[in-house]
């Protein structure tokens, strides 16, 4: 027996030995080769070798997401900045509204930082791989196309058209009492609408189902390990991407030989003609590398942020019947004060829905379908008396910000009414960014989300099969059964 407990003691201490040396590696390499420093690094450790604290992290995030940030603060203090090693690089987490907003807004000190998968499947010319400066100049090309009043005003029949249309079809199946899965119906709503918006009548040679099913994958490696092996996430998505250009190049060259066989005829410009179109102060256009680029992203970015807008904004709706009773009452006052020569919505009414702005505004903060923005430090920087070191990701962890109750009272709770009278000091509400590179797309985004719940709330109902299903945070929140539900049409 002396001879076993010797034995079990010596493996004890070999396991406590190894456990504690593994657990400093990355100190002591991340850390020890940066040398002294003006200011202390923030606190916070960087986890194991390679893996860092993505173990914790995937944990966290499989089922309460809030709880990485709540433990960095209980363990460290409420010092809005932590160390931390995520998606394969040493990091440092803000998630204060100051210090959000400090990093947010600093661009000559910060870059963009997104993960190495995330760049290589946005591609080199879109919005996520170009130098601050490059970004600034295409934004101002390409900001009027997507985002100006005349812009969004000829979106509005666009979308109104689609979402008619895809409720009546919705409710045909939930009056058969057969339940659809609601978040990928949304899905191909979104799509349709974006892709008509984006490529306009040349859709219609396009298998949008395909195309959907390849955003999917591409959508699923954007913050995965970038592995590129057969079986992971990374490897399918670049499979995706590589179809997806194939694929845009093509309408290109379609548009170009229809736009010479057919000069003298006038046509509606959709985005993709609005981007072949857009010169630079020098009379030069935009290659097609940059459109393709572009392109990939706006619909990506453009059918996903959507769709799971709606589809929260539903089930709080159906979990908040007062809150659903005011926001139908606001629709109905719309439409008794429309002109009886008016057909349909403009964008003159979609900006008096200001109760259904609060409604979309809680959904943002309650879901934040992006849980970071990411960036990179250029240089090493100071806040709050600590070093961000030169090379190290900075995570703006957009989640503790909206998830925090000393900026948001009762932060579970979904309550349009907190939007009443209330300011929110710049870093505190971040569902599409700050500063330079604020969502160029979020206009549009809300746009689409008003004209569908408009529809929805004048004429429909949901119910869910499992209102208590478990949902699943990653790559965006979404219930793990995709919503099964009907929709009912009402009289």
């Given at each position: 027996?002396?001879?076993?407990?010797?034995?079990?003691?010596i493996l004890a201490a070999s396991y406590a030995f190894v456990f504690g040396f593994l657990r400093r590696v990355n100190e002591w390499y991340y850390v020890g080769r940066l040398g002294n420093t003006k200011y202390p690094l923030p606190p916070?450790?960087?986890?194991?070798?390679?893996?860092?604290?993505?173990?914790?992290?995937?944990?966290?995030?499989?089922?309460?997401?809030?709880?990485?940030?709540?433990?960095?603060?209980?363990?460290?203090?409420?010092?809005?900045?932590?160390?931390?090693?995520?998606?394969?690089?040493?990091?440092?987490?803000?998630?204060?509204?100051?210090?959000?907003?400090?990093?947010?807004?600093?661009?000559?000190?910060?870059?963009?930082?997104?993960?190495?998968?995330?760049?290589?499947?946005?591609?080199?010319?879109?919005?996520?791989?170009?130098?601050?400066?490059?970004?600034?100049?295409?934004?101002?090309?390409?900001?009027?196309?997507?985002?100006?009043?005349?812009?969004?005003?000829?979106?509005?029949?666009?979308?109104?058209?689609?979402?008619?249309?895809?409720?009546?079809?919705?409710?045909?199946?939930?009056?058969?009492?057969?339940?659809?899965?609601?978040?990928?119906?949304?899905?191909?709503?979104?799509?349709?609408?974006?892709?008509?918006?984006?490529?306009?009548?040349?859709?219609?040679?396009?298998?949008?189902?395909?195309?959907?099913?390849?955003?999917?994958?591409?959508?699923?490696?954007?913050?995965?390990?970038?592995?590129?092996?057969?079986g992971f996430a990374f490897h399918k998505a670049l499979k995706a991407r590589k179809k997806l250009t194939k694929l845009l190049h093509g309408l290109l060259e379609r548009k170009r030989e229809m736009k010479e066989s057919n000069r003298k005829?006038?046509?509606?410009?959709?985005?993709?003609?609005?981007?072949?179109?857009?010169?630079?102060?020098?009379?030069?256009?935009?290659?097609?590398?940059?459109?393709?680029?572009?392109?990939?992203?706006?619909?990506?970015?453009?059918?996903?942020?959507?769709?799971?807008?709606?589809?929260?904004?539903?089930?709080?709706?159906?979990?908040?019947?007062?809150?659903?009773?005011?926001?139908?009452?606001?629709?109905?006052?719309?439409?008794?004060?429309?002109?009886?020569?008016?057909?349909?919505?403009?964008?003159?009414?979609?900006?008096?829905?200001?109760?259904?702005?609060?409604?979309?505004?809680?959904?943002?903060?309650?879901?934040?379908?992006?849980?970071?923005?990411?960036?990179?430090?250029?240089?090493?920087?100071?806040?709050?008396?600590?070093?961000?070191?030169?090379?190290?990701?900075?995570?703006?962890?957009?989640?503790?910000?909206?998830?925090?109750?000393?900026?948001?009272?009762?932060?579970?709770?979904?309550?349009?009414?907190?939007?009443?009278?209330?300011?929110?000091?710049?870093?505190?509400?971040?569902?599409?960014?700050?500063?330079?590179?604020?969502?160029?797309?979020?206009?549009?985004?809300?746009?689409?989300?008003?004209?569908?719940?408009?529809?929805?709330?004048?004429?429909?109902?949901?119910?869910?099969?499992?209102?208590?299903?478990?949902?699943?945070?990653?790559?965006?929140?979404?219930?793990?059964?995709?919503?099964?539900?009907?929709?009912?049409?009402?009289?």
């Amino acid at each position: 027996m002396g001879l076993i407990d010797s034995l079990l003691l010596i493996l004890a201490a070999s396991y406590a030995f190894v456990f504690g040396f593994l657990r400093r590696v990355n100190e002591w390499y991340y850390v020890g080769r940066l040398g002294n420093t003006k200011y202390p690094l923030p606190p916070g450790d960087l986890g194991w070798p390679l893996l860092g604290n993505m173990i914790t992290f995937l944990r966290a995030f499989k089922s309460d997401p809030d709880s990485f940030i709540y433990s960095l603060v209980s363990r460290h203090g409420r010092t809005g900045i932590y160390r931390s090693y995520l998606f394969g690089s040493p990091s440092i987490i803000v998630c204060t509204p100051e210090t959000c907003r400090k990093v947010l807004t600093d661009d000559e000190h910060f870059k963009l930082g997104y993960p190495a998968s995330t760049m290589a499947l946005a591609g080199k010319r879109s919005f996520h791989g170009i130098s601050n400066a490059k970004h600034k100049h295409l934004r101002r090309l390409t900001t009027a196309p997507i985002t100006g009043h005349e812009a969004l005003s000829s979106y509005v029949p666009v979308i109104e058209e689609t979402a008619v249309k895809w409720l009546d079809e919705f409710s045909s199946i939930g009056s058969s009492k057969q339940p659809i899965q609601l978040l990928k119906e949304i899905r191909r709503f979104a799509f349709a609408v974006i892709t008509n918006i984006f490529v306009g009548s040349d859709v219609d040679c396009v298998d949008l189902g395909l195309v959907e099913n390849l955003y999917t994958d591409l959508n699923r490696g954007m913050k995965s390990q970038a592995i590129n092996l057969p079986g992971f996430a990374f490897h399918k998505a670049l499979k995706a991407r590589k179809k997806l250009t194939k694929l845009l190049h093509g309408l290109l060259e379609r548009k170009r030989e229809m736009k010479e066989s057919n000069r003298k005829k006038k046509k509606k410009n959709d985005m993709m003609d609005l981007l072949m179109q857009v010169k630079d102060e020098e009379e030069n256009q935009l290659e097609d590398e940059d459109i393709i680029d572009l392109l990939l992203i706006f619909l990506l970015a453009g059918h996903e942020s959507s769709a799971h807008g709606i589809l929260w904004t539903l089930i709080y709706l159906a979990e908040c019947p007062h809150v659903f009773s005011i926001a139908k009452k606001e629709q109905e006052e719309i439409v008794k004060r429309r002109p009886s020569t008016q057909k349909g919505l403009n964008l003159k009414e979609i900006k008096q829905m200001d109760y259904l702005s609060k409604v979309i505004d809680e959904m943002l903060r309650r879901t934040s379908i992006s849980f970071a923005n990411f960036r990179e430090a250029k240089v090493d920087v100071n806040i709050n008396g600590y070093t961000i070191p030169k090379g190290w990701k900075v995570l703006v962890w957009n989640r503790g910000v909206h998830m925090d109750p000393e900026n948001y009272p009762d932060p579970q709770e979904y309550d349009p009414s907190r939007w009443e009278n209330y300011k929110a000091k710049a870093g505190s509400f971040l569902p599409f960014g700050l500063g330079s590179r604020f969502c160029p797309g979020s206009e549009l985004a809300k746009l689409e989300i008003s004209i569908f719940l408009h529809h929805f709330l004048l004429n429909y109902r949901m119910e869910r099969l499992d209102p208590e299903c478990c949902v699943s945070y990653l790559p965006v929140p979404r219930p793990s059964d995709n919503c099964l539900a009907r929709i009912i049409k009402v009289t």
